[in-house]
């Protein structure tokens, strides 16, 4: 089968290494790809977004599966252009359409959507710039600290919690009339604070059945014990050692269920990848958010623990067979530690020449913002490098990928050093 994948970061580069290990993956293209995914693959020159470049391509290379990575091809509705095409509606794309994107493209239309079909989520009012001031009455009614988010894709940055009242407002008008996020804050949804722990559930349904792949819990802030601003994130740790099969049972029967029975009733097609925010409130899960496509670390550490042929998962999902796949998983845990620019998420300098890759040992590396230049590789992004390993706890898997980070060397180079330390 060719297989055309769509992305250039971590999460493409891990999608491609365990795509490649299917026999039924005849030849892999990643547009555009990355300097790990050049090393497995063949890169093209196309954006993700480019929905006229990639039928062109489609069609010339004779792409028989387009595999979605990010979330902007998703929301601007790569499904449906294929769908409604006479020659590509043949080809089917791994990921939802339009619509069902809207549950990561829009915050309203995905409370709305937990609302409708009782799943459990924390209560929110949305507003615009014409309503700021009923925005800044509605923080008056609620308990600091107080939860913002910008309506659209901020690239995983437009979520605020902030914990005084007035600077609370400041930020709301900030993001409504001056527009901090751009588009993406000309709605905002204040929500109520759930106070607990953070954990993410992936689910991969063919619209109609479901398989739920293993837990993570991410790392968002760039700074060490959680501080600092939001991030894409910083690492990751996969099972969740909290996650209790008690806890793993409310998840599948309170949220998982709900959330693929739902879209089958709204009449939504999805036919994909779905993540899961969650939130342990004394035990009981509440969504915090939905994506549409596998996460970013996460994927660095659930897909390598995947030993089910992730091809032939794909292959179920598009001809609504998931049902009839048994999943296994690697019971051993997985650690990824992302190694960013200095300066990330705020300005930081590409171009630094990386070095120490050869030298790494018992660890995984899937480049995020890397590229190849006179057979060197450089930096091009603001996160770098996913360092993954495994261990037989999260202590181990930890150890190991700090060890190998040791290895590495670029100018500025950063990492947090104490991913998973909350869990010990």
Known sequence: MRILLLGSGGREHALAW????????????????NAGTAGIATNVAISPTD??????????????????????PL??????FFMEDDYLKKIPVIGPSKEGAMLEGSKEFAKEFLIRHRIPTAAYHSFTKETVEKGHHFLETLKAPYVLKADGL??????L?????EEAKVELTNMLVHEKFGPASSKVVIEEFLDGIELSCFVLTDGKNYKILPTAKDYKRIGEGDTGLNTGGMGAVSPVPFASAALLEKIEHRIVKPTIDGLHQDGIFYKGFVFIGLINVDNDPY????NVRMGDPETEVVIPRLKTDLVSLFHAVSNETLDQIDL???????ATIMVVSGGYP???????????????????????????????????????????????????????????????????????????????
């Open 51 to 72: 929905l006229g470049e990639i039928k062109k391509f489609v069609i010339e290379e004779k792409i028989e599966m387009v595999v979605v990575g990010p979330e902007d």
């Open 75 to 80: 929301v601007i509705g790569i499904q449906d």
């Open 346 to 424: 705020e300005a930081f300098d590409k171009g630094k020449v990386i070095s120490g890759l050869e030298t790494i040992t018992d660890s995984l590396v899937f480049h995020a913002g890397t590229k190849s230049e006179n057979e060197q590789i450089l930096s091009n992004g603001g996160r770098v490098l996913a360092v993954t390993s495994f261990g037989d706890d999260f202590q181990e898997a930890v150890k190991k990928s700090y060890q190998n980070i040791e290895k590495l060397h670029f100018d500025k180079m950063y990492f947090r050093k104490d991913i998973g330390f909350d869990l010990f």
């Open 18 to 33: 365990k795509m490649l290990q299917s026999e039924k993956c005849t030849k892999l293209f990643v547009a555009p790809g």
């Open 287 to 290: 969504v915090i958010e939905y």
């Open 161 to 165: 919690i902030i914990h005084d009242l």
């Open 154 to 159: 901020a690239a995983g940055k437009g979520v």
């Open 328 to 334: 296994e998983i690697d019971p051993r845990t997985a």
